[in-house]
């Protein structure tokens, strides 16, 4: 499990958000059966869930990808994801008073949102070079390795 504490970094800049932690986690068994239907979903995957506060409030917030936009935006059928739905259900079933809002995934489509790039070099030295690049600039951090 990572937690990215978004208020955190931000403070480390000199820069005030309200507080926000992105968890990330993962069940290996869900996403390698997945990831083997469709390489670009690992977009999605691991797990993620974002816990915030709205600007201004003490209202907290947790939020997370819905199963069915998962399905729509990958093109498989929302059983293939029952899994990952059940998981989060489980997660989350003891948060109590959960007002829990519904996902309109009515406009998604396949790649909806995804934008693919072809490397000219193999996958180690596409990884290698996407880091060094990351790792160029000021104000970006390389989580990982």
Not at 63 to 88: Q, V, W
Not at 97 to 109: H, L, Q, R, W, Y
Not at 118 to 143: C, G, H, M, P, Y
Request: with cysteine; net charge negative; glycine share 4%.
């Amino acid at each position: 499990m990572i937690n990215l504490n978004h208020h955190q970094m931000a403070k480390e800049e000199g820069v005030y958000t309200p507080p926000s932690i992105a968890t990330i986690f993962s069940d290996p068994n869900v996403n390698t059966a997945l990831i083997k239907k469709n390489a670009l979903i690992g977009i999605d995957l691991p797990y993620k869930i974002l816990c915030y506060t709205e600007a201004d409030t003490s209202r907290v917030s947790l939020t997370y990808t819905s199963a069915d936009f998962i399905a729509k935006r990958h093109g498989l059928h929302a059983k293939e994801l029952e899994d990952y739905r059940r998981h989060m259900h489980k997660l989350l079933e003891p948060i109590k008073g959960a007002n829990i809002s519904e996902t309109k995934t009515d406009s998604v489509d396949v790649g909806y949102g995804i934008i693919s790039i072809k490397s000219d070099v193999d996958f180690n030295q596409t990884v290698q070079n996407l880091k060094a690049i990351v790792e160029a600039q000021n104000d970006t951090r390389w989580f990982g390795d």
